[in-house]
């Protein structure tokens, strides 16, 4: 998704918020039911949002429950999906007579006679003069794909709850492939109302996903279907594989190659608290949240030679072959697991003073993010019967494991002062200074600002004497700076070492052995600093007989400074000395 095109040569992906907590994933694992409301930020407005914002804010506010006896809802959907773009290859007759004429370029005899082009024409000779269509004989003509919700919302002046969940899945493309998406949802928002003035909510999200695969690459397997000849046998009558060209994409997409699996569980917590100091001050609150996330990955690819058959006409015999573009057993296992936490609290006032209205709020933020990534593999298994790593071999030179981990942190101050007169005249400032891991000390913080205003021209009487159908007509413009550092690499302001990195030879000839060397990973840099957005929008929108007729008109400008690029030819390559 990109919002108003791209404002960088990184990352241009917006910050999407769900329920106010940014880092929850993308729009397409959310169940669509669950979605009250969304709202995109395109312009200054998005400044509040801090350094991650600069490419737009989308905010996603789920359903929550309502007072009233409870409701139950349920949904489902039913689609198929088809492959609308498949190359339109050539007939075996068509691919034959193109050949000879090929051949008859470069001053040879014809490789088909007139009778062999016929019989692939006619098929009357199937076995022996095959016209094989690569795609039909890989490819559905749909998929089905389906989709299940069930809800149930109401409650009382005391507690109010929304409980939702959802079932999804998605076969592939391939005939007897074993392809296939499954997702297991489930939500719940809860509201309970403690006191008179304190309120508590607890927010439960959780996913499964299960995702399969055939172990070879959907790449691979495309690339034999448009490479493979028409005049190639794909099967036998009896449904038995030929090898194909030389790799037969019919086996290759189902589990007789073994199979690739993805299998994530994700779990999203928030516990909020928002307290109404008006026994305080009139029109101050404060509220605060805590959210935690926590994603597990497993990742398996267990792959196998598998066999094709050749026919033997005297005899009428199949003869069983192994392929050899996969020659050994092999399994990798990859385990991933990362969490963050976020605290957030804000100080709120919001107060009417006659046709004066005044809308304030300060706040902090702060996130902690870890990952960890594990994984192994081993090679040379003896039998195809037991897919664990156990079962592979002990020879160091078919085994292989790995790991690391990675942590990130922000903290942010923020705030907003809104005034409006009479629903007229309407003006806001707001800021967020934010600090990040990935800038040196000396530049680890940034402050960023926004104004706007707005003059509703509809509420004036000379307005609404004048043109009765309009509903609305508001003039509007913003200026704003956001920093953005999403496609920096941390650390840049500390030289660091690589590990390992290149082999060294250290002894002689009878005890020689061979050492994992250190490289220098950068030259530090400790003048990174944020790359700065600068947003001006100016616009006007309106409606007229009760919103029959809407319109709106947006003139923005935007400009990024501050990208950094690597210096690669100050540097001679003798410094030894990455920049």
């Known amino acids: 998704i990109n919002i108003r095109g791209k404002s960088t040569t990184g990352n241009n992906d917006p910050l999407i918020l769900i329920d106010g907590i940014a880092g929850r994933g993308s729009l397409d694992r959310l169940n669509p039911n669950d979605i009250e409301s969304i709202t995109v930020l395109k312009d200054a407005s998005a400044a509040i949002y801090g350094s991650r914002s600069a490419n737009g804010v989308i905010l996603v506010t789920t359903k929550r429950g309502k007072t009233g006896k409870p409701s139950i809802s349920y949904s489902f959907n039913v689609g198929v999906q088809q492959p609308t773009r498949v190359p339109d290859l050539a007939d075996a007759a068509t691919f034959a007579e193109v050949t000879n004429e090929l051949e008859s370029y470069d001053g040879r005899d014809p490789r088909y006679t007139a009778d062999e082009i016929e019989l692939f024409r006619n098929g009357q000779d199937p076995i022996h003069y095959p016209n094989t269509n690569w795609a039909d004989e890989v490819l559905k003509k749909g998929a089905l794909q389906q989709r299940h919700n069930i809800s149930v919302s109401g409650g009382t002046d005391v507690v109010s709850y929304y409980v939702g969940g959802g079932y999804s899945s998605q076969d592939g493309i391939f005939k007897n492939g074993s392809t296939k998406y499954e997702q297991y949802d489930v939500r719940s928002n809860i509201d309970a109302k403690i006191t008179k003035d304190l309120k508590i909510s607890v927010d439960i999200a959780s996913r499964l996903e299960d995702a399969n695969f055939p172990s070879m690459s959907a790449g691979d397997i495309f690339w034999r279907i448009t490479r493979s000849y028409p005049t190639v046998l794909a099967q036998y009558p009896n449904g038995l594989p030929t090898n194909g060209l030389d790799s037969n994409p019919i086996v290759m997409a189902t589990d007789k190659t073994g199979y690739e699996y993805d299998k994530k569980a994700v779990f999203n917590g928030t516990i909020t608290a928002d307290w109404n100091l008006s026994w305080l001050l009139d029109g101050l609150g404060v509220d605060a949240y805590m959210a935690y996330d926590r994603i597990g990955k497993d990742h398996k690819k267990w792959q196998t030679p598998w066999t094709f058959y050749t026919w033997d006409e005297a005899t009428d015999t199949y003869t069983e072959h192994m392929n050899t573009l996969v020659q050994q057993t092999s399994l990798k296992q990859e385990h991933l697991a990362d969490w963050s936490l976020t605290l957030n609290a804000k100080l709120k006032y919001k107060k009417t003073f006659g046709s004066h209205g005044v809308d304030a709020i300060l ?174 929008n100016i616009g006007f929108d309106g409606s007229f007989w009760n919103g029959k007729l809407s319109f709106e008109f947006d003139y923005f400008y935007r400009k990024t400074t501050g990208l950094y690029a690597t210096r690669e030819t100050s540097l001679p390559t003798t410094a030894g000395i990455p920049l």
């Open 363 to 536: 706040g902090f933020e702060q996130n902690s993010y870890r990952k960890d990534n594990f994984w192994a593999s081993r090679g040379s298994f003896m039998s195809t019967a037991i897919d664990q790593l156990f079962a592979g071999t002990s020879n160091k030179d078919y085994y292989d494991n790995s790991g690391d981990a990675s942590e990130s942190a922000r903290r942010s101050y923020f705030g907003r002062v809104a005034y409006d007169f009479a629903g007229k005249y309407m003006a806001e400032f707001s800021f967020r200074y934010d600090g990040s891991f990935k800038n040196s000390p000396n530049h680890r913080w940034g402050f960023f600002p926004a104004v706007s205003a707005g003059w509703r021209l509809s509420e004036e009487p000379f307005i609404k004497d004048a043109v009765p159908a309009m509903d609305n007509f508001k003039i509007r413009g913003s200026w704003g700076k956001i920093g953005n550092n999403n496609s920096l690499n941390a650390n840049n302001f500390v030289s660091g070492w690589l590990y390992p990195s290149g082999n060294y030879i250290f002894g002689g000839n009878n005890g020689a052995s061979i050492t994992q060397g250190l490289s220098e990973a950068n030259l530090a840099n400790m003048n990174i600093f944020w790359y700065k957005v600068q947003t001006t």
